[in-house]
Nanobody
Framework: QVQLVESGGGLVQAGDSLRLSCVAS????????MGWFRQTTEKEREFVAA????????GYADSVKGRFTISRDDAKNTGYLQMNSLKPEDTAVYYC?????????????????WGQGTQVTVSS
């Protein structure tokens, strides 16, 4: 079992930056692919970014490409989502997810472990 805890959300203005963290416990983080998803009351949970177990491969939703960066530090059992040039439409609850595997996974059904989410609110 892997437990995931997100942090780093908050209220910011458009154009600002935030860095979300996802700390894993229960098992070593290495060997697990990781992803970030987000959800609003109007939309289903959608893919944001993913990173392979090695960190060598990443993938992004078109809406965040060039603004968000996913990374990981296995020595700290932590994954990150650096979010720059934030827009009001980025407002959502952000979730990290993990699963064993060597690829990058963009569908939420492929993930086995989820955090509780952290709220990001971007004002205009």
């Amino acid at each position: 079992q892997v437990q995931l805890v997100e942090s780093g959300g908050g209220l910011v203005q458009a154009g600002d930056s935030l860095r979300l963290s996802c700390v894993a416990s229960g098992r070593t983080f290495s060997g697990y692919a990781m992803g970030w998803f987000r959800q609003t009351t109007e939309k289903e949970r959608e893919f944001v970014a993913a990173i392979s177990w090695s960190g060598g491969s990443t993938g992004y939703a078109d809406s965040v490409k060039g603004r968000f960066t996913i990374s990981r530090d296995d020595a700290k059992n932590t994954g990150y989502l650096q979010m720059n040039s934030l827009k009001p439409e980025d407002t959502a609850v952000y979730y990290c997810a993990a699963r064993l595997g060597t690829g990058i996974y963009v569908f939420r059904q492929f993930y086995d472990y989820w955090g509780q989410g952290t709220q990001v609110t971007v004002s205009s």
